[in-house]
């Protein structure tokens, strides 16, 4: 069992090892309330997971040590486990599925990891984790379900207290639950009145499903651009602990996390990746009653993979109105794009592409279809935009 003792003794362990990281405030991030972010993406190998991982290895056995330790990981967890290792003399292997993101390996390997690429998905890596666990004698470390790793995630708690006593809430990220786990567990042994929220991918809800039914459930697949988050089934552990520990959880879409990814790029300079962003996205679009409340999003992560991170700009623009593709019906003769791109400009919208075809079977011979994607400010800008292109006679076929 986790205890706020063994979370302290932990906090003691990591001293001299992590980054406390700070707590900044982000005023437009929702401003009917008071949100903090606690930047968890600035630890060293840029996630929380480095505390679990490092303090597990901490409390092996000189017996454990010398044999070494295995675990599974597509991602942050593998270069926690690597570097804890690395730091406490203790030779590691990680198990990734081939498919993983060629930034990742290499970063497990920097951290003084062998790394073991096994044919398949993430099933298939832990399943040859366990077999070279059983082989060789290695202690396999568990991304979420064991005490010592949620005790180490449960110093992001202690930290929490000592940096914002007067908080009324704190909004977490959770894909098998560890982090939650630990902070939820020291957070409601200080003060049981600070609200605990959990958010998960609506792609990947295994412990909203479980904690809903009031058993565990076993997803049969995932699908989220939080990939450290996309966790199938939570652990029984985290599973019991999130059930009593912890207020709420909810979900959110790809299109709310790729909105919170671009909010904290600029307001705040801080990239993260799909899983260190849910809690802002939770924040942002009133998943949780932050209305008033001085409340506090943990950014578990940033390491977002770099060839994925257009894709969600792109989203995020869309999701928050700074983007929109408009197609409008014209008459197929001279100043019609003239006249669109004079009002558009009117009203500071600024084209970025322009497609023009000529109209469908069924429609007039004359006619023509004119496709644009605009930078706007915000939804208020693009149905300004809009009224007054149908105000002057133009018709909007559809838009997104």
Excluded: W
């Amino acid at each position: 069992m986790v205890t706020l003792d063994k979370i302290y003794h932990a906090k003691y362990i990591l001293k001299s090892v992590i980054r406390e990281t700070d707590i900044i405030h982000a005023p437009n991030i929702n401003p009917e309330s008071e949100i903090y972010l606690k930047t968890e993406n600035l630890q060293i190998t840029g996630s929380f997971k480095v505390r679990g991982a490092y303090y597990k290895m901490s409390q092996l056995t000189d017996e454990e040590k010398s044999r070494g330790v295995i675990a599974c990981s597509a991602g942050n967890h593998a270069q926690g486990v690597a570097l804890a290792a690395s730091k406490n003399g203790i030779k590691s292997i990680i198990c990734l599925p081939d498919g993983a993101p060629i930034s990742k390996v290499e970063a497990t390997k920097s951290y003084g990891a062998q790394v073991c690429l096994v044919n398949g998905v993430y099933d298939d890596a832990y399943a040859e984790a366990l077999r070279q666990r059983d082989e060789h004698g290695y202690t396999f470390i568990h991304p979420f379900d064991d005490e010592n790793v949620i005790a180490g995630q449960g110093t992001i708690g202690l930290e929490l207290i000592e940096q914002l006593p007067d908080m009324d809430a704190v909004i977490v990220p959770i894909g098998g639950g560890g982090l939650i786990s630990g902070i939820a567990f020291a957070i409601k042994s200080l003060n049981p009145k600070i609200k605990v929220y959990g958010v998960q991918a609506a792609g990947a809800p295994s412990m909203f499903n479980s904690v809903h039914d009031g058993k565990i459930e076993h997803l049969e697949s995932v699908s989220t651009i939080a990939d450290g988050i996309a966790v199938k089934s939570p652990g029984e552990n985290t599973f019991r602990y999130c059930s009593e520990y912890v207020d709420e959880i909810v979900t959110v879409n790809d299109d709310e996390i790729s909105a919170a990814i671009l909010a904290l790029m600029e307001q705040q300079k801080l990239v993260t990746e799909g899983a260190g962003a849910v809690s802002v996205a939770a924040a942002m679009f009133n998943k949780v009653p932050v209305k008033g409340k001085k409340v506090v999003c943990i950014l578990s992560g940033g390491n977002i993979d770099v060839t994925i991170l257009s894709r969600v700009i792109k989203r995020g623009l869309l999701m928050s109105g700074r983007s929109c593709s408009l197609m409008i019906e014209l008459i197929d003769k001279p100043g019609q794009l003239k006249d669109v791109s004079a009002i558009i400009a009117d009203k500071g919208g600024n084209v970025i592409s322009v497609h023009h075809e000529r109209a469908n079977e069924g429609s007039a011979v004359n006619g023509c279809y004119l496709r644009m994607v605009m930078e706007t400010r915000n939804y208020n800008h693009i149905e300004e935009i809009k009224k007054a292109l149908t105000d002057r006679g133009f018709k909007i076929v559809n838009n997104n």
